[in-house]
């Protein structure tokens, strides 16, 4: 067990639609990463915050949005949805800086 | 542009013989590179990682990566397999100036063990 929770595990919507995927971060970690898995792109960087602010961006589609709350906790938003929006979505965490990054075990996103 | 290329999409070795995996990577100044393995329905784990020094890399579950700069890579072996490490293996080097959450994934190779 990484440390890392993401919630839910599964997730089945429908195109156009809208979804929040939800990563607890280790007990004091201070950055979140999140990643898209899919079969055609394999794993790609979308995002990182750090203490609440964005402090990264790779290849995250407009369509998606991330932020971090007070507690550290982050969510990320998948709106007008797609059927190749359909991976396997992971958070990391990290303290930040140079240190080791956790990740969870995912949530499995399946647009149908 | 970084990048890291995993040549062998699919290995299949016998329980008992040695494993390498391929990782080759593309970067302008010294790279900082992991592996992280993959088992299925789970997050990744982190098996080591290169920053600088030795370039004989210990890693966790008898794991041990050698980086080569004259060859731009960073090969993982083990020099005796077990039906557990069945899984899917990814090579990742730092992005740019990023935190070591910030990562450039290979493609990964998955790794099937007979018995």
């Known amino acids: 067990d990484s440390g890392v929770t993401q919630t839910p595990k599964h997730l089945i919507t429908a195109t156009g639609q809208r979804v929040t995927l939800r990563c607890s971060p280790r007990?004091?970690?201070?950055?979140v990463y999140w990643y898209q898995q899919s079969l055609d792109q394999g794993l790609q960087f979308l995002i990182q915050?750090?203490?609440?602010?964005?402090?990264a961006k790779g290849n995250i589609l407009e369509r998606f949005s991330a932020q971090q709350f007070p507690d550290l906790h982050s969510e990320l938003n998948l709106s007008s949805l797609e059927l190749g929006d359909s991976a396997l979505y992971f958070c990391?965490?990290?303290?930040?800086?140079?240190?080791?990054?956790?990740f969870g075990q995912g949530t499995r996103l399946t647009v149908v | 542009a970084q990048s890291v290329t995993q040549p062998d999409i699919h290995i299949t070795v016998s329980e008992g013989a040695s494993l390498e995996l391929r990782c080759n990577y593309s970067?302008?100044?010294?790279?900082?590179l992991f592996w992280y393995v993959q088992s299925p329905g789970q997050g990744l784990q982190l098996l080591l990682k290169?920053?600088?020094?030795?370039?004989l890399v210990q890693g966790i579950k008898g794991f041990e990566a050698e980086f080569k700069r004259s060859q731009s890579s960073f090969n993982l072996r083990k020099p005796s397999v077990h039906w557990s490490d069945a899984a899917e293996y990814f090579c990742?080097?730092?992005?740019?100036?990023?935190?070591?959450?910030?990562?450039?994934f290979g493609k990964g190779t998955k790794l099937s063990v007979k018995p």
């Open positions: 990742a080097v730092l992005n740019y100036g990023g935190s070591q959450g910030n990562l450039i």
């Open positions: 970067y302008g100044a010294t790279p900082y």
């Open positions: 990391a965490s990290s303290t930040g800086g140079r240190t080791e990054a956790f």
């Open positions: 290169y920053f600088s020094g030795d370039t």
């Open positions: 007990s004091g970690d201070l950055s």
């Open positions: 915050y750090y203490n609440g602010e964005e402090r």
